[in-house]
């Protein structure tokens, strides 16, 4: 309810000043909230997320440089990419165009919490690519370059360790498939996710990450392919 109020003042304040750059993202922002919403409630997110990306794309019209606008633009999309990829449609035009928001952002102002969302973007490509039977490496090396970028601007960011953790723990899983030494990605996997419990050990999420990479190395290590 409150974040439908926060849409409806928005829109008013657009309908008072239609070319107002300022109210465009603000509007945006909350439609993402609202999709959010209708995603828990297991309705499809997609027509609030197509009404906030357009809310970002005529601001962007209207102030081609607004970095935060280019960064909810992708993310946006991103949401609208994991949705479809879920429900086992092909979601790499909205992550391509993710990807594309996330690196003119990046060009402004390279945030590392964008720079975050740039790699989670391509190793949602990878993932994607990897259940097609399609090479995802290199995805998941665009990966961990936006990941390692936003690590040498905040080294204590315990949520791009945990997702270069998971790019490595993709790129294993590939290797393993494919009959190639899969431990030197593994150890590296394993590191990074050791390093995000260290800053972060309440989050879950890592925890559950850390567990499937453990699993990995022991399917390495029973494989005589491997």
């Not at 945006?28 to 794309?57: I, N, T």
């Not at 690196?103 to 919490?113: D, G, K, N, T, W």
């Not at 690519?129 to 960011?157: F, T, V």
């Amino acid at each position: 309810a409150v974040l439908e109020s926060v849409a409806e003042l928005t829109l008013a304040v657009l309908r008072s000043r239609p070319d107002g750059v300022e109210a465009l993202p603000f509007r945006g922002v909350a439609l993402r909230r609202l999709a959010q919403l209708a995603s828990w409630a297991g309705q499809d997110p997609r027509p609030q997320l197509a009404e906030a990306v357009g809310c970002f794309k005529h601001a962007l019209r209207l102030h081609p440089n607004h970095d935060d606008a280019l960064n909810n633009l992708g993310l946006a999309l991103l949401e609208q990419g994991l949705y479809e990829m879920e429900r086992g449609q092909d979601p790499r035009p909205a992550l391509q165009e993710a990807v594309a928001g996330f690196e003119r952002a990046a060009a402004i102002s390279p945030r590392f919490s964008l720079l975050g969302n740039l790699g989670v973007a391509w190793w949602a490509i990878g993932h994607y690519e990897s259940g097609r039977g399609i090479d995802p490496r290199p995805s998941l090396d665009h990966a961990r370059n936006a990941l390692n970028r936003a690590l040498g601007i905040n080294p204590q960011d315990w949520s791009a360790l945990n997702n270069l953790g998971l790019a490595g723990c993709e790129e294993v899983q590939w290797l393993l498939a494919s009959g190639h030494d899969a431990e030197p990605a593994l150890v590296s996997a394993l590191d990074a996710l050791e390093r995000s419990l260290a800053r972060n050990p309440d989050n879950g999420g890592t925890y559950t990450n850390l567990g499937a990479a453990w699993r990995l190395r022991a399917s390495a290590a029973t494989d005589p392919e491997a």
